[in-house]
T-cell receptor
Framework: DQQVKQNSPSLSVQEGRISILNCDYTNSMFDYFLWYKKYPAEGPTFLISISSIKDKNEDGRFTVFLNKSAKHLSLHIVPSQPGDSAVYFCAAETGGGADGLTFGKGTHLIIQP | NAGVTQTPKFQVLKTGQSMTLQCAQDMNHEYMSWYRQDPGMGLRLIHYSVGAGITDQGEVPNGYNVSRSTTEDFPLRLLSAAPSQTSVYFC??????????FGPGTRLLVL
C-alpha cells in the first residue's frame, strides 16, 4: 500500500502563475517531509523540506504547507518559470530519517510560455 | 567538492551476470543509501547505511548486496542479474539522515 501519494501524474501551468503540487500520506509516524525536483537523466535535487512541528516553510519562490490533521502537504511555486518544468517528488521519513525516504510517484510539472 | 558520484552511467548485462554499481561521496556524510526508480513507481529504497560497517535493508533488498567499509564508498552488488532489475539506480548521502543528496544515477538494462 502506497504511504505517500501524488495523485496528479502531470500538471500544466502558465508561466508567471502559481503552481500547486499536492501530496497525501497515510503513515502518521512520518515526521519530516521533503520535495525533490528531477530533470530527465539527472538525479533528484533537494528543493525544500518541512518538519511535522511546523505548518509552513518558505524558501524564495517555493513554499511548502503541511496539514497534519488531513495528512496533506503542498508545494507552491510563485511565480512559475520555464526552468521549473520537471518531475517533482514528495518524500517522507520517520525517526530522524536514518532508514531512508519514502517517495511518491511524482508529478510532471509543465510550465507553458 | 564533487558531491555524490556514481559509475558507470549506463550498463547492459545478460541475465545471470554479476556486477557492482559504484557510489562515492566526498562530503564526509555518515548516511548513505541506494534507491531504484522504475517507470510510474517513484523511488524505492534498496539498502541503506548509517555509518561505516553498518548496513540495513530497505523496501526492495532482494537480489542486492551492499557493504560499507569506508565512509566515502557504498557499492551495490547484483549477484545474478535478472530482467526485473532493469531500472535506474540512485545513490544518496546525508549528513543528518534527513535531507538526502543524490548522485546522477546508473541506468541498468538486463537482457
Amino acid at each position: 500500500d502506497q504511504q505517500v501519494k501524488q495523485n496528479s501524474p502531470s500538471l500544466s501551468v502558465q508561466e508567471g502563475r502559481i503552481s500547486i503540487l499536492n501530496c497525501d500520506y497515510t503513515n502518521s509516524m512520518f515526521d519530516y517531509f521533503l520535495w525533490y525536483k528531477k530533470y530527465p537523466a539527472e538525479g533528484p535535487t533537494f528543493l525544500i523540506s518541512i518538519s511535522s512541528i511546523k505548518d509552513k516553510n518558505e524558501d524564495g519562490r517555493f513554499t511548502v504547507f503541511l496539514n497534519k490533521s488531513a495528512k496533506h502537504l503542498s508545494l507552491h511555486i510563485v511565480p512559475s518559470q520555464p526552468g521549473d518544468s520537471a518531475v517533482y517528488f514528495c518524500a517522507a521519513e520517520t525517526g530522524g530519517g536514518a532508514d531512508g525516504l519514502t517517495f511518491g510517484k511524482g508529478t510532471h510539472l509543465i510550465i507553458q510560455p | 567538492n564533487a558531491g555524490v558520484t556514481q559509475t558507470p552511467k549506463f550498463q547492459v548485462l545478460k541475465t545471470g551476470q554479476s556486477m557492482t554499481l559504484q557510489c562515492a561521496q566526498d562530503m564526509n556524510h555518515e548516511y548513505m543509501s541506494w534507491y531504484r526508480q522504475d517507470p510510474g513507481m517513484g523511488l524505492r529504497l534498496i539498502h541503506y547505511s548509517v555509518g561505516a560497517g553498518i548496513t540495513d535493508q530497505g523496501e526492495v533488498p532482494n537480489g542486492y548486496n551492499v557493504s560499507r567499509s569506508t565512509t566515502e564508498d557504498f557499492p551495490l552488488r547484483l549477484l545474478s542479474a535478472a530482467p526485473s532489475q532493469t531500472s535506474v539506480y540512485f545513490c544518496a548521502s546525508s549528513y543528518d539522515g534527513q535531507t538526502q543528496y543524490f548522485g546522477p544515477g546508473t541506468r541498468l538494462l538486463v537482457l
